[in-house]
């Protein structure tokens, strides 16, 4: 099936607030500063903007409209699928963008994840939580670190994915993080000693294998491809976007197979919609809401084959200058998490050459993928088109 979608879409302007633990600020105000810095990075008048998918329900749609003064909001609405959400709004942009519903819709995310509402709060929002309340809490998995180190297990024992795999990845997050100095681990580097010595968690997950809780806001502005080269904004094309639930999408502990997931359905799609595959990307953002997730999304996607993404990482390399760089901002690990719509922001920036000190050279295609909820699943591919502004 071909989607009307495909290359219809350009994302237009991104920005974020600083990252901290404890930002002194209401959501409201996060959400309103990232939001104007994304317009005005993009040259639209926030008055232009009719239509609104806030992720999460920190700030309501309603609440920014207020702020922007909007004249006619055509669209407001969102996504219930957690990490998956960033992507899964784009996709909705972009439909609501082709059907002529709204013409330019910004999608934002705005919270204190660290100093409020942090995730032992956040997790009741799941999906099943009868199935949590009698088959789970009663035996002491009380969060998303218990059921993904499930997963991370059964990869470990079916192809041998080792502890010091783990560990690369989150050294390489850290890494990347000490490029970008609105990261939350900006000035505290990681060494694989420091990983292996920080607490465990749920085996075989300790600390350093786990994302961070942020306080801060990341918005970005989404427009048809059409409006952008007319009217000379400074776009980077969404060439596809898809989404994808595993079997059983509310219950993780009977699902038929841990390992597939949304986006083992998504990611074909997508590949499909843009007509390109993986050895065509210069670079990807992986939803890295534990070390394994980003092993697990880059066999799911197709960057390698199943069981073939520890020696991926150990041999070929995750990092800048390697094979196939991922995160050059940090990521959920070591950047902040604000639900992946960061990663959408550093795909933008790394296509419109803006990355700085973390810059993939000369970058044309990038992917991005979402884990949500109990393995919920999404990925965009971004094109650079033109030269930038």
């Excluded at 990232?34 to 239509?51: N, Q, R």
């Excluded at 997050?173 to 990983?195: E, S």
């Excluded at 390992?259 to 050895?279: D, K, T, V, Y």
């Amino acid at each position: 099936m071909t989607s009307t979608v495909a290359g219809m879409a350009s994302v237009v302007g991104a920005a974020e607030t600083r990252y901290s633990a404890r930002s002194g600020r209401p959501p409201r105000a996060l959400a309103a500063e990232a939001i104007a810095t994304a317009l005005a990075e993009a040259g639209v008048p926030p008055h232009e903007v009719d239509g609104l998918i806030p992720i999460g329900n920190d700030v309501s749609a309603e609440s920014v409209a207020s702020m922007l003064r909007l004249r006619d909001l055509r669209l407001c609405a969102t996504t219930p699928v957690g990490g998956a959400a960033a992507i899964a709004s784009l996709q909705l942009a972009a439909a609501a963008i082709v059907s002529g519903v709204a013409r330019i819709i910004v999608i934002y995310v705005a919270r204190n994840g660290n100093s409020e509402r942090r995730i032992r709060d956040r997790v009741f929002g799941l999906p099943g939580q009868e199935l949590r309340d009698q088959l789970e809490r009663p035996y002491g998995w009380m969060s998303p670190a218990h059921w993904y180190a499930m997963i991370c297990r059964l990869h470990m024992e079916r192809y041998g994915t080792t502890k010091w795999q783990l560990g690369r990845v989150a050294v390489t997050m850290r890494r990347h993080a000490n490029l970008n100095q609105n990261a939350m681990m900006y000035g505290r580097p990681m060494t694989l000693d420091d990983y292996f010595a920080s607490e465990v968690i749920a085996a075989p997950y300790q600390k350093l294998d786990c994302c961070l809780e942020t306080d801060g806001g990341c918005a970005v502005v989404v427009t048809s491809a059409e409006t952008a080269a007319l009217r000379s904004l400074p776009g980077v094309q969404l060439a596809a976007v898809a989404e994808g639930h595993p079997d059983t999408p509310d219950d993780l502990t009977n699902r038929p197979d841990l390992l597939e997931i949304g986006l083992s359905r998504a990611a074909p799609r997508a590949w499909e919609m843009a007509s390109l595959g993986p050895a065509d990307m210069d670079g990807a953002m992986i939803y890295d809401c534990f070390t394994f997730e980003l092993l697990h999304q880059l066999e799911a996607a197709g960057f390698c084959a199943p069981g073939e993404s520890g020696p991926f990482v150990e041999q070929d390399g995750i990092g800048l200058g390697e094979r196939l760089p991922v995160n050059p901002h940090g990521g959920l690990l070591s950047a902040a998490h604000m639900v992946g719509l960061n990663h959408v922001a550093e795909a933008y920036r790394q296509l419109r050459g803006r990355g700085g000190s973390r810059q993939i050279p000369a970058a044309r295609h990038i992917a991005v993928t979402g884990w949500g909820n109990l393995g919920d699943g999404a990925m965009a591919i971004f094109r650079r088109t033109g030269s930038d502004t």
